[in-house]
């Protein structure tokens, strides 16, 4: 289905999506509002069962953008998005995601910071700003304080380390993007294949094709002053799914950890289990003191539940890894 008129481009803006009907409305209309022109958007709907195809078809009538929407059987969101890039007619290649909402200078801002880059440079992106439907319920404000979006992995030694976006340099190479925020070369993206379509649930694909970019020779750059608003989910039972989605990709890449070149990315992936048992059981020790100081800097009740939930959350990593690593060797996981 198109929109507007076609023409030359050389951004394509590629989205997966699926059974996000009503939440797409404000992505696309943020789409509309970009400052940077032109560019063309390629919706893939990975089989919805919703209303999104007739969301998709009414704006698809009344847009003036390049616009273009393709509905596929489920496949997962890494399929989705390949299908995307193999129709995307820009040299380069934006990702965003259909809980998000775009500022007008988002495009413009990715195009400027990649263009500024030298040849070497795959991608660039930004972190993100968490907004909930519901900011004074009990589970929003702990995924408010969580703020887990703006911590950004950087190369930290022996391991990937999260670093908090105002501490990171311009001109430090980021292991990997969130795909929710960043713009890449399309032909980076052809060279290592687009992303491992194994990975289906959201978690794990986009660091996972960053790494192969790595190992191919590329590098990545973060601009902290391009964000872009992720829309969370304000309940306590989406945000353990999130993780446990999060846990198998980690575990995946586990598996793959011998395929990335990079010592740092493999060291970070060895030993994974053995690692969730660790961090499990330090946090246990340090609980008094994270408690202590989560009321401190929340208020009591709020400071209470961050600390409670981020120790149940420890446990189910450790429980969602177990769990993988013996589908693992009984063959089952896929």
Same mark, same amino acid.
């Given at each position: 289905?198109?929109?507007?008129?076609?023409?030359?481009?050389?951004?394509?803006?590629?989205?997966?999506?699926?059974?996000?009907?009503?939440?797409?409305?404000?992505?696309?209309?943020?789409?509309?509002?970009?400052?940077?022109?032109?560019?063309?958007?390629?919706?893939?709907?990975?089989?919805?069962?919703?209303?999104?195809? /007739?969301?998709? $078809?009414?704006?698809? *009538?009344?847009?003036? @953008?390049?616009? =273009?929407? !393709? %509905?596929?059987?489920? +496949?997962?969101?890494?399929?989705?998005?390949?299908?995307?890039?193999?129709?995307?007619?820009?040299?380069?290649?934006?990702?965003?995601?259909?809980?998000?909402?775009?500022?007008?200078?988002?495009l413009e801002f990715l195009f400027q910071a990649l263009q500024r880059q030298p040849?070497?440079?795959?991608?660039?992106?930004?972190?993100?700003?968490?907004?909930?439907?519901?900011?004074?319920?009990?589970?929003?404000?702990?995924?408010?304080?969580?703020?887990?979006?703006?911590?950004?992995?950087?190369?930290?030694?022996?391991?990937?380390?999260?670093?908090?976006?105002?501490?990171?340099?311009?001109?430090?190479?980021?292991?990997?993007?969130?795909?929710?925020?960043?713009?890449?070369?399309?032909?980076?993206?052809?060279?290592?294949?687009?992303?491992?379509? /194994?990975?289906? $649930?959201?978690?794990? *694909?986009?660091?996972? @094709?960053?790494? =192969?970019? !790595? %190992?191919?020779?590329? +590098?990545?750059?973060?601009?902290?002053?391009?964000?872009?608003?992720?829309?969370?989910?304000?309940?306590?039972?989406?945000?353990?799914?999130?993780?446990?989605?999060?846990?198998?990709?980690?575990?995946?890449?586990?598996?793959?950890?011998?395929?990335?070149?990079?010592?740092?990315?493999?060291?970070?992936?060895?030993?994974?289990?053995?690692?969730?048992?660790?961090?499990?059981?330090?946090?246990?020790?340090?609980?008094?003191?994270?408690?202590?100081?989560?009321?401190?800097?929340?208020?009591?009740?709020?400071?209470?539940?961050?600390?409670?939930?981020?120790?149940?959350?420890?446990?189910?990593?450790?429980?969602?890894?177990?769990?993988?690593?013996?589908?693992?060797?009984?063959?089952?996981?896929?």
């Amino acid at each position: 289905m198109t929109g507007g008129a076609r023409q030359p481009v050389e951004v394509s803006v590629v989205v997966a999506t699926m059974n996000r009907g009503e939440e797409l409305n404000d992505l696309l209309a943020s789409l509309e509002s970009q400052t940077f022109q032109p560019f063309e958007v390629v919706i893939v709907n990975d089989g919805s069962t919703d209303g999104t195809v /007739a969301t998709l $078809q009414r704006f698809a *009538e009344r847009t003036s @953008l390049d616009f =273009r929407f !393709i %509905s596929q059987e489920n +496949r997962g969101v890494s399929a989705a998005r390949n299908v995307g890039i193999g129709a995307a007619r820009g040299r380069l290649v934006a990702f965003t995601d259909d809980d998000c909402v775009l500022l007008p200078q988002w495009l413009e801002f990715l195009f400027q910071a990649l263009q500024r880059q030298p040849e070497g440079v795959a991608g660039v992106g930004g972190p993100l700003d968490t907004v909930v439907k519901n900011p004074t319920s009990l589970a929003g404000r702990f995924v408010k304080n969580q703020d887990d979006f703006n911590y950004i992995p950087v190369f930290g030694g022996p391991v990937i380390l999260h670093r908090h976006v105002s501490r990171v340099g311009e001109e430090e190479n980021i292991p990997y993007l969130r795909t929710s925020n960043a713009l890449f070369r399309k032909d980076a993206l052809l060279a290592v294949r687009g992303f491992d379509e /194994a990975f289906r $649930q959201p978690g794990g *694909e986009d660091p996972d @094709l960053c790494y =192969r970019l !790595i %190992s191919a020779g590329w +590098r990545l750059r973060l601009r902290k002053e391009i964000r872009v608003l992720h829309k969370s989910r304000d309940s306590f039972s989406a945000y353990f799914r999130s993780l446990r989605n999060y846990l198998r990709g980690e575990f995946r890449k586990s598996r793959k950890r011998r395929l990335y070149l990079e010592p740092v990315i493999r060291r970070t992936y060895s030993l994974l289990f053995f690692r969730k048992i660790a961090v499990a059981g330090l946090f246990t020790l340090a609980f008094p003191a994270t408690l202590f100081s989560a009321m401190k800097r929340f208020g009591g009740i709020d400071g209470a539940v961050y600390a409670l939930v981020t120790l149940a959350s420890k446990y189910a990593a450790l429980a969602v890894t177990a769990r993988c690593q013996c589908e693992s060797v009984r063959g089952r996981f896929h």
